[in-house]
């Protein structure tokens, strides 16, 4: 949005608003337009959660989704994108 600023990566399947920056939850909307199963958004979810909701480390979290959540294509996209991360990622 206009006259936001947004430091670090944001992940993908997020949707980020706000000034300061924060992250709601996953972008259903567009999941859903381009045919992601609800299954796979159920996981993007959970990822979400661990990531933002649970108090966790980034690092811990992504911990705990490598051992929790199913893996599929998006998840690993996600896990990947946040360890390749050299700015971090919008918490």
Known sequence: GGMSRISQDCP????????PPEVP???????????VSPEVQATLKDVHR??????????????????????????????RFIEKSERGIVK
Do not use: C, H
Request: aromatic share 4%; glycine share 8%.
């Open 12 to 19: 993908p399947f997020l949707v980020i608003v706000g000034n």
């Open 50 to 79: 661990l990531l933002y909701r649970s108090g966790l480390s980034t690092r811990q979290a992504l911990d705990r989704i490598r051992a929790e959540v199913p893996k599929n294509p998006e998840t690993e996209s996600m896990v």
């Open 25 to 35: 939850g996953i972008n259903s909307v567009g999941l859903t337009r381009r045919n």
